[in-house]
C-alpha cells in the first residue's frame, strides 16, 4: 500500500504542475487592471507605472510564472494587493470553514444516501423504492443557491429555530450554524449517490456469488455486509468522489448565500478587486483538494475491492 501511495502520489506531481499553470494562465485572463482598481481616481498613468513596477506586472508572463513557481515551492502564495497582508495568513483563517463544510456535506450525504439506496433496492417497486426514485428526480432538479435562499427563508424568518449565517466559535456551533448549507449541498448529491448505489445494489444481488453464498446458509446480514454491500460500493464511491470534486468548486455560491466565512467568499472578494495573488491562491487550493480527493478515492477503491490489492503487489 505504501509503494502505490507513492506511485500515485508521483503521478500527481506533473498534475499539480499543470494545474499551476493553468491557474497562471487564467487569472490573467481576467479582464481589469488591479493596479488601476487599487489606485481608483489617483491612477496616474506615472502611478500606474510604478504600481505595476512593484507588483512585477510590467515583466513578461514567462518571468512572472516563474517568480509564482518559485515563491510556491518555497510555500509563499504572495502578497495580497487588497486585504495588505500575506496571502498565506489569509487562506490558512479562511480554509478550516470551507473543508469542515465539505466533510460535513459529505457525511450527510453518506448518512441519507447509503441507507435508502439499500433498503430500495431491497424492495423493488415498494412504496418506499417508489419514494426514493421520485426524491431522486426531485432533488436532481433543484439549483442550490434556490434551495439555500429557501432554507434560510424557513429557518431564519419563519420558522427562527437554526442560524443561517456566520461559522460559529465552538465546534457545536460550527455543526449548528453549518447544517443548512450542508443539507443545501447534500440535496444536490444525494440523489447521484442514491441511484448509483441503488443500482449497484440491485445488480449485485442477481450476482450468481450471493446464490452461492445464500445456498451454504450465511446469515443474511453477513450476506449483505460482506458480499453485496462491498461489491456494490464501487460505483457509489465514484459518483460521490466526482461530485465532491464539482461540490469543493461550488461551495463558493453556498458560502456567499450563508455568509460562511470561508474560502468562497474570499474568492469573490478577491475576484472584485482584482486581487491576482489572491486569486490565485485560493483556485490553486481548490484544485489541490480535487486531487486529494481522487487520491483518497484511489485508496478506497483498494480497500474495498481485494483484486486491486493482489494487482498492486
Known sequence: MGAFLLRRTALLVPVVVGITLGVFLLIRLIPGDPARVLLGIHATPEALAALHKSMGLDRSLGAQYVIFLKALIRGQLGYSYFFGEQVVDLVLARLAPTLFLIGYATVLTVLIAFPSAILAAL???????????????????????????????????????????????????????????????????????????????????????????????????????????????????????????????????????????????????????????????????????????????DLIYVFLDPRLRAVIR
Open 123 to 297: 424492495r423493488p417497486n415498494s412504496i418506499w423504492d417508489q419514494a426514493v426514485r421520485f426524491a431522486s428526480i426531485f432533488g436532481i432538479g433543484l439549483p442550490s443557491y434556490w434551495l439555500g435562499v429557501v432554507l434560510v427563508y424557513a429557518f431564519a424568518i419563519a420558522i427562527p429555530i437554526l442560524p443561517v449565517a456566520g461559522y460559529g466559535e465552538t465546534i457545536g456551533e460550527h455543526f449548528s450554524f453549518l447544517l443548512l448549507p450542508s443539507l443545501t449541498i447534500a440535496v444536490s448529491l444525494v440523489p447521484l449517490v442514491l441511484r448509483a448505489l441503488r443500482a449497484s445494489v440491485m445488480e449485485t444481488l442477481r450476482a450468481g456469488y450471493v446464490d452461492t453464498a445464500r445456498a451454504k446458509g450465511l446469515a443474511w446480514h453477513r450476506i449483505m455486509g460482506r458480499h453485496v454491500v462491498r461489491n456494490a460500493l464501487m460505483p457509489a464511491v465514484t459518483v460521490l468522489a466526482l461530485n465532491i470534486g464539482y461540490l469543493i468548486g461550488g461551495t463558493v455560491i453556498i458560502e456567499n448565500v450563508f455568509a460562511i466565512p470561508g474560502l468562497g467568499g474570499l474568492m469573490i472578494l478577491s475576484i472584485g478587486t482584482r486581487d491576482y495573488p489572491t486569486i490565485q491562491a485560493v483556485t490553486l487550493v481548490f484544485a489541490i483538494l480535487v486531487v486529494l480527493v481522487n487520491l483518497l478515492t
